[in-house]
């Protein structure tokens, strides 16, 4: 069994659409939890980082952390083709550098 | 400004081979980091580096896999007698800070590695 499980998708939805991407793990011991958006050909590129458990926002954007059920999931409102990409989520235990362990993303694709 | 660069972008090789894949961080940034993608899945750790010195090695697959960072900038990651299951998105990341401090990862586009 993996440390951190993600469904790899492909989700479709239409534009307008509010999406739920999600993640478990096992690891208690990881404190931080990230969300990464990669663009095909492209690297991850950081969305939301989020210290134990809570709510984040930024802008369209919603992170949430469980950590009494190891399940963390990130909320996209008002979706937009240019949402369309993979979503990997990442976590880290405290100190030891930013040596991150990653879902196998979930393929998004926002349609017109 | 400039980000994380990563060259070659491609690199087809033959089994057997020796392959050098290069990485430049973003100017004053002091962590690397390389992971390595395989197809269909998320990026795995493979090394850090804080300054010129490997913090953690621990993700390198085997002996094979070797990098360095001489100056504490630009990071060389060497793989020696390539299998075909070498075959990845080689990516370089760096950061800001060090294992105390909460600065993200910027990553580059990555190498993609392939073993014929």
């Known amino acids: 069994q993996k440390e951190v499980e993600q469904d790899p998708g492909p989700l479709s939805v239409p534009e307008g659409a509010i999406v739920s991407l999600n993640c478990t793990y096992s690891n208690s011991a990881f404190q931080y939890f990230m969300w990464y958006r990669q663009y095909s050909r492209k690297g991850p590129e950081l969305l939301m980082y989020t210290y134990s458990s809570g709510n984040k926002e930024d802008g369209r954007f919603t992170a949430q952390v469980d950590k009494s059920s190891k399940y963390i999931s990130l909320f996209i409102r008002d979706s937009q083709p240019s949402d369309s990409a993979t979503y990997l989520c990442a976590m880290r235990l405290t100190g030891g550098g930013n040596k991150l362990t990653f879902g196998t993303g979930t393929q998004l694709k926002v349609e017109l | 400004g400039a980000g994380v660069s990563q060259t070659p972008s491609n690199k087809v090789t033959e089994k057997g081979k020796y392959v050098e894949l290069r990485c430049d961080p973003i100017?004053?940034?002091?962590?690397l980091y390389w992971y390595r993608q395989s197809l269909g899945q998320g990026p795995e750790f493979l090394i850090y580096?804080?300054?010129?010195?490997?913090?953690?090695d621990s993700g390198l697959p085997n002996d094979r896999f070797f990098a360095v960072r001489p100056e504490g900038s630009v990071s060389t990651l060497k793989i020696q007698r390539t299998e075909r299951g070498d075959s990845a998105v080689y990516l370089c990341?760096?950061?800001?800070?060090?294992?105390?401090?909460?600065?993200?990862?910027?990553f580059g586009n990555g190498t993609r590695l392939t073993v014929t």
């Open positions: 580096f804080q300054g010129t010195g490997a913090a953690d």
């Open positions: 990341a760096s950061s800001s800070g060090g294992a105390a401090y909460n600065s993200p990862l910027h």
């Open positions: 100017s004053g940034h002091t962590a």
